[in-house]
């Protein structure tokens, strides 16, 4: 079990800026690649960011990439989204997840924390 547990959602005007963190417990979390997802109202989750166990790759979706950053501290067991020049399609539920590989595919995450809204106004 990886329990994860977001935090640093929020309101926040277009353009504006907010960053998600991810935190963890347990002694494994380094072995773990960490996702970013997202799930709009009346939309399936999406993936938004990964990052792998040592934080040496990322890949993102091409809707975030050059705006959002994804990273991680292992020895504080976190993982974070830092999200910029935000836009009003943003707006979701935004989850972090730990799987055993890297990759986009929603299939392969394991372990998932609850989620935190992110809302951008117009």
């Known amino acids: 079990q990886v329990p994860l547990v977001e935090s640093g959602g929020g309101l926040v005007q277009a353009g504006g800026s907010l960053r998600l963190s991810c935190a963890a417990s347990?002694?494994?979390?380094?072995?773990?690649?960490m996702g970013w997802f997202r799930q709009a109202p009346g939309k399936e989750r999406e993936f938004v960011a990964v990052?792998?166990?040592?934080?040496?790759?990322?890949y993102y979706a091409h809707s975030v990439k050059g705006r959002f950053t994804i990273s991680r501290d292992n020895a504080k067991n976190t993982v974070y989204l830092q999200m910029n020049s935000l836009k009003p399609e943003d707006t979701a539920v935004y989850y972090c997840a730990a799987s055993s590989e890297f990759g986009a595919t929603i299939g392969r995450y394991n372990y998932w924390g609850q989620g935190t809204q992110v809302t951008v106004s117009s």
């Open positions: 990052i792998n166990w040592s934080g040496g790759s990322t």
């Open positions: 347990g002694r494994t979390f380094s072995s773990y690649a």
